[in-house]
């Protein structure tokens, strides 16, 4: 009994510092205070410009970030590189990691695991079924232009095919506006995908996408809670592709409405919710 007991307790023991072990995955904001600290040591005039990693989940956590710091004109001008893990930051004289923007950041903005949930809502989810092998990229910017928000470019990449890319630019001070989806390459399409709309609930317009893998004739009809038509909003032949259209509700009254889209044998319906 007492050797079965040793047993078990070194297993536990191996067990835990194997866990230990095990790099373990964080969103954008986690390392935020640890990483302005220790750039303030370094220079004090030191602002944060962007956060990147090229090996972010589904869920929108990562095994690193790295943070880029620029110091001001007329102070030491520089930027300074940081790679993180899990609670931990090092200097990295040697990163060159470039971001599309290069403004200091303003407060507030979402992290990376809010933004990671609504690429996959406009087309990350579909990218994924299609392309089974890929990696996510994401960069956290602010465009050089006066009073810009900080934005989110979060950009799937097939390994299979390369040339099959889904980027999304989202604002990232605000998760009710998307700035721009660059659809994947259609060839990579395999299924048909109604997306739920974006916003939801909406006031009075939101944006409905769809995909669809070949030609054929497509219906997207709007109705009410009691199943009456309200809006035809697609009803035509439509190449294989992705695509987007906007919903208006202006001239409705608040409640609850459905969309449903048919194509072929192919047909789904959502929900969406009008708030005035």
Same mark, same amino acid.
């Given at each position: ?35 302005? /600290? ?75 695991? /809010? ?138 009254? /608040? ?22």
């Amino acid at each position: 009994m007492k050797t079965i007991f040793a047993f078990a307790l070194i297993f536990l023991l191996v067990l835990c510092f194997q866990l230990e072990l095990i790099p373990q995955s964080f969103t954008a904001s986690h390392n935020k205070s640890l990483v302005d /600290s220790l750039a303030h040591k370094m220079n004090s005039n030191n602002a944060l410009i962007g956060i990147g990693s090229d090996s972010v989940s589904q869920g929108g956590a990562a095994l690193y970030w790295a943070y880029i710091y620029e110091s001001s004109p007329g102070n030491n001008f520089g930027t300074y590189y940081f790679h993180t893990t899990i609670d931990s930051a090092v200097y990295d004289s040697s990163s060159k990691l470039i971001l599309v923007g290069s403004a200091i950041f303003t407060e507030p903005w979402i992290d990376s695991d /809010s933004a990671l949930a609504l690429a996959e809502q406009q087309g990350g989810q579909s990218f994924r079924i299609n392309n089974p092998f890929y990696k996510i990229k994401a960069a956290l910017g602010e465009p050089v232009v006066p009073y810009a928000t900080p934005r989110w470019y979060i950009t799937y990449v097939s390994f299979d095919n390369p040339d099959s890319i889904f980027s999304v630019n989202l604002d990232a001070a605000n998760n009710r506006n998307i700035n721009s989806i660059i659809p994947v390459d259609n060839t990579g399409l395999k299924n048909f995908m109604l997306y739920q709309n974006f916003p939801n609930p909406f006031n009075p317009t939101t944006i409905i996408n769809y995909s669809i893998p070949k030609s054929g004739l497509v219906t997207i009809i709007i109705y009410d809670i009691h199943g009456r038509e309200i809006k035809k909003l697609v009803n035509e032949e439509k190449s294989a592709g992705n695509y987007s259209l906007r919903f208006s509700g202006a001239n409705l009254s /608040s409640g609850i409405y459905f969309y449903r889209m048919q194509s072929g044998s192919f047909v789904e319906t959502k929900k969406l919710i009008l708030l005035k």
